[in-house]
Each structure stands twice: as structure tokens, then as C-alpha cells.
């Protein structure tokens, strides 16, 4: 079975920091750029980051540049979202998602299970 499960999140106050991970299983991550989404209550899913599958390239949207680090470790097969000075709307349930080539452009072809990460003091 294809799963992408995100983990990590939890409560953090403000200007705190968080990992979330991205573990895959049914195949291999190596081949593929991922991409980080969230979604807030109320508000559609927008992107966050996306990293190609030989670490040649990185994408962080406006909201998170300079706070942000996407990585990824094939051997675990595994990406990472490190999440600093966390601001209360960063708050949403961030998923991950799998692109079927290896750059970060085109579509995304697989969807996994978010994680909720709630920012509050």
C-alpha cells in the first residue's frame, strides 16, 4: 500500500520550532521531488516547500522563506520540514505530497496523511 504519513506536530508557542517528517512506505522517495502543503481551518491548502529527489533544489513559498528548511534522507526514506520562529499563523494540518518527476514542477500524483501543528501561547 502507498502511504506518505506526516508526524511531528504538536502545540509550540510562538517562536518556537518543530521537525515534521515525511516517512515513506510502498515505494521508494529517492525518485521523487515532495512537496510540503498546509491548510488552516477555514482557508484553502497552500503550498509551504518542495525539494527535488537529488537535493539539487529547493522551493520555500513567501510565507515561510528564512524560516523554513526542507531536507530529505533517501536511506530512511524520509523528508523533513524544520519549522523555526513559528508564528501563530503557521498554525494548520501540514501534509505531504509526491511529485512523479524528479524537479520540483508538475503535478503531484499522491497525497498523504497531515499532521496538525497548532502555534499558541
Known amino acids: 500500500q502507498l502511504q506518505l504519513v506526516a508526524s511531528g506536530g504538536g502545540l509550540v508557542q510562538p517562536g518556537g520550532s518543530l521537525r515534521l517528517s515525511c516517512a515513506a512506505s510502498?515505494?521508494?522517495?529517492?525518485?521523487?521531488?515532495i512537496g510540503w502543503f498546509r491548510q488552516a481551518p477555514g482557508k484553502e491548502r497552500e503550498g509551504v516547500s518542495c525539494?527535488?529527489?537529488?537535493?539539487?533544489?529547493?522551493l520555500y513559498y513567501e510565507s515561510v522563506k528564512g524560516r523554513f528548511t526542507i531536507s530529505r534522507d533517501n536511506a530512511k526514506n524520509t523528508v523533513y520540514l524544520q519549522m523555526n520562529s513559528l508564528k501563530p499563523e503557521d498554525t494548520a494540518v501540514y501534509y505531504c505530497a509526491r511529485r512523479p518527476r524528479g524537479q520540483c514542477l508538475g503535478p503531484y500524483d499522491y497525497w498523504g496523511q497531515g499532521t496538525q501543528v497548532t502555534v499558541s501561547s
Open positions: 510502498g515505494f521508494t522517495l529517492d525518485n521523487y521531488a
Open positions: 525539494i527535488s529527489s537529488s537535493e539539487t533544489s529547493t
